[in-house]
């Protein structure tokens, strides 16, 4: 089955099973792999003791720091940002991680939700979710 017509969470999956023997964790299995983006520090504070026992999380305070990280390392198999953020909004940062790996999947969370920020944020970052 191609990529195309395999859920987001399917391809969470078929992602995290490919990185099984690349990360090993002490019980053997791989740990999914998060970046976050949020330049509110308690937001991240959150979002590390909420999922860092769970996942490979790697957070961040801004998109450029981000992007240049996942240019390092490569896509984690989830991104999670923040929308309202100095220097680069969320849809954004989605915008480049699409263009970068179109199968990573995507999310994002603001309090400010308005019709316009959803139709980018669907249309240009195509997002898994908005919440």
């Not at 937001?43 to 957070?59: C, H, I, K, Y």
């Not at 999670?80 to 994002?108: C, H, K, Y």
Request: charged share 30%; net charge negative; proline share 3%.
């Amino acid at each position: 089955m191609s990529d195309e017509k395999l859920s987001a969470i399917e391809r969470l999956q078929a992602r995290r099973e490919d990185r099984d023997a690349a990360r090993p964790t002490e019980t053997g299995g791989a740990r999914p792999t998060i970046v976050a983006v949020d330049d509110e520090r308690g937001n991240l504070d959150a979002m590390q003791r909420v999922l860092g026992d769970r996942f490979d999380l790697s957070v961040f305070e801004d998109g450029p720091s981000a992007l240049a990280y996942v240019g390092e390392v490569g896509c984690p198999d989830l991104f999670i940002t923040d929308q309202r953020m100095a220097g680069m909004t969320g849809v954004e940062f989605l915008r480049w991680v699409r263009d970068f790996d179109e199968s990573a999947v995507r999310i994002l969370v603001t309090a400010y939700g308005d019709v316009e920020t959803l139709g980018a944020a669907i249309n240009d970052g195509r997002i898994y979710r908005y919440i």
